[in-house]
């Protein structure tokens, strides 16, 4: 072997030992990164208190997590949120209305201000819940449906309305057969509202002279075109020389159904037409719908 192929197979022997070094080096020893650990975002999770338990089957909750009643009182829950590094987590409630509230749980109350907007829908509002550690944040939406408990209309003059009103009295003659021909009194809402299976309750003061003769009331509810929906009567004790009663009655709408007008009818007696139906005050003549009896 002369010299010059002794330089050479030196060159690639002292190459081939770096070279191995290298490689050894880059099998037991990672890269900087790979020694970093990584930080996951939290995992945020809303659980609710107060919602219903079994909603009404006229429900579609394929498009919500929970059911809720106006006005009930919800605690927003985010204790069942996780991070799978054990951080401490800080939570943030996004509420519909673009305010936020801070805590692992908070209550809030969802109204109504619209019931004819319903149109026999739930109202759905949309809440975020954000899950924050030091370095990073996850958030999830949370929709809740919210359904009325009741409806509480009032007779006032020709017309049913939302708010009591102050004072007044209406007058109702009674029929007596064919001595006199049959009279209602109507009261209609502005616009048609959809109700949904539900139990009703009527209450109506009654005022009268001693001499006039009332044998039995009757209401009735109608939709827009005039049918009637349902209608229900009672006796009145026809003899006792009463000068004012209150009556109570009830029914059931066993599915959903457009509500536009009542109607009063009274059967008996009078003399001068007094007798009253009272709307205002402590005595106000209503009609309420119960969405949590069915």
């Given at each position: 072997?002369?010299?010059?192929?002794?330089?050479?197979?030196?060159?690639?022997?002292?190459?081939?030992?770096?070279?191995?070094?290298?490689?050894?080096?880059?099998?037991?020893?990672?890269?900087?990164?790979?020694?970093?650990?990584?930080?996951?975002?939290?995992?945020?999770?809303?659980?609710?208190?107060?919602?219903?338990?079994?909603?009404?089957?006229?429900?579609?909750?394929?498009?919500?997590?929970?059911?809720?009643?106006?006005?009930?009182?919800?605690?927003?829950?985010?204790?069942?949120?996780?991070?799978?590094?054990?951080?401490?987590?800080?939570?943030?409630?996004?509420?519909?209305?673009?305010?936020?509230?801070?805590?692992?749980?908070?209550?809030?109350?969802?109204?109504?201000?619209?019931?004819?907007?319903?149109?026999?829908?739930?109202?759905?509002?949309?809440?975020?819940?954000?899950?924050?550690?030091?370095?990073?944040?996850?958030?999830?939406?949370?929709?809740?449906?919210?359904?009325?408990?009741?409806?509480?209309?009032?007779?006032?003059?020709?017309?049913?309305?939302?708010?009591?009103?102050?004072?007044?009295?209406?007058?109702?003659?009674?029929?007596?057969?064919?001595?006199?021909?049959?009279?209602?009194?109507?009261?209609?809402?502005?616009?048609?509202?959809?109700?949904?299976?539900?139990?009703?309750?009527?209450?109506?003061?009654?005022?009268?002279?001693?001499?006039?003769?009332?044998?039995?009331?009757?209401?009735?509810?109608?939709?827009?075109?005039?049918?009637?929906?349902?209608?229900?009567?009672?006796?009145?004790?026809?003899?006792?020389?009463?000068?004012?009663?209150?009556?109570?009655?009830s029914g059931v709408l066993t599915k959903r159904e457009e509500?536009?007008?009542?109607?009063?009818?009274?059967?008996?007696?009078?003399?001068?037409?007094?007798?009253?139906?009272?709307?205002?005050?402590?005595?106000?003549?209503?009609?309420?719908?119960?969405?949590?009896?069915?």
């Amino acid at each position: 072997m002369n010299k010059k192929q002794i330089i050479i197979t030196s060159s690639i022997v002292i190459f081939s030992i770096i070279l191995s070094g290298c490689t050894s080096q880059n099998d037991t020893e990672p890269l900087i990164e790979d020694n970093v650990l990584q930080n996951h975002p939290p995992e945020p999770v809303v659980t609710i208190h107060g919602g219903i338990q079994n909603p009404p089957s006229y429900i579609d909750t394929s498009n919500m997590d929970a059911v809720a009643y106006a006005g009930d009182i919800i605690t927003f829950d985010a204790s069942n949120s996780y991070d799978a590094d054990d951080d401490v987590l800080s939570y943030k409630w996004i509420w519909d209305d673009y305010t936020d509230s801070t805590g692992e749980k908070v209550t809030r109350k969802f109204q109504i201000n619209d019931v004819f907007s319903l149109q026999g829908l739930p109202l759905i509002y949309s809440i975020t819940l954000v899950a924050s550690d030091e370095k990073h944040s996850g958030l999830t939406a949370y929709h809740l449906g919210i359904v009325p408990k009741k409806h509480t209309f009032y007779l006032d003059d020709s017309k049913i309305t939302l708010d009591k009103p102050s004072s007044g009295k209406y007058q109702i003659t009674a029929t007596a057969g064919k001595l006199r021909e049959f009279q209602t009194l109507t009261y209609e809402l502005d616009q048609p509202l959809l109700i949904q299976q539900c139990t009703w309750n009527a209450t109506v003061y009654l005022e009268k002279s001693k001499l006039a003769v009332l044998n039995k009331i009757s209401i009735s509810l109608k939709d827009e075109e005039g049918n009637i929906i349902v209608t229900k009567d009672t006796k009145l004790q026809m003899f006792p020389l009463w000068k004012s009663k209150t009556v109570v009655l009830s029914g059931v709408l066993t599915k959903r159904e457009e509500f536009k007008s009542v109607e009063i009818q009274v059967q008996g007696f009078s003399f001068k037409n007094r007798i009253n139906v009272l709307s205002g005050g402590e005595k106000s003549s209503q009609i309420e719908f119960d969405f949590t009896t069915l």
